[in-house]
Nanobody, 122 residues
């Protein structure tokens, strides 16, 4: 089974920074896309930023210029550096891994982490 372990959430004041980390494990050969989604209370889960194994990125418009996504393909790890945080960034952040190829598995799969809370408040 594939597991995504997230870390780095917490409480931060407006204008502050946080760095989220997510590592995937479970007999993984490769992962096409890794990234972050977020879900604020009462809202749907929205894309924040994703990055492919080739380094192509896609960001939600509201985080462009403030958030930076990066990954280490060899370590199956993705990071999200979040700067100049605002209260509107408050949400549960979920790590995603799509197109995961595993040893002894025919078809690739998609997986989610359990989520990490980010709260921006003074």
């Amino acid at each position: 089974q594939v597991q995504l372990v997230e870390s780095g959430g917490g409480l931060v004041q407006p204008g502050g920074s946080l760095r989220l980390s997510c590592t995937a494990s479970g007999n993984i050969l490769s992962i096409f896309e890794m990234g972050w989604y977020r879900q604020a209370s009462g809202n749907q889960r929205d894309l924040v930023a994703v990055i492919t194994s080739g380094g192509n990125t896609n960001y939600q418009d509201s985080v462009k210029g403030r958030f930076t996504i990066s990954r280490d393909n060899a370590k199956n790890t993705v990071w999200l550096q979040m700067n100049n945080l605002t209260p509107e960034d408050t949400a549960v952040y979920y790590c995603s891994a799509k197109g995961v190829r595993r040893r002894n598995s025919v078809r690739p799969g998609d997986y989610w982490g359990q989520g990490t809370q980010v709260t921006v408040s003074s």
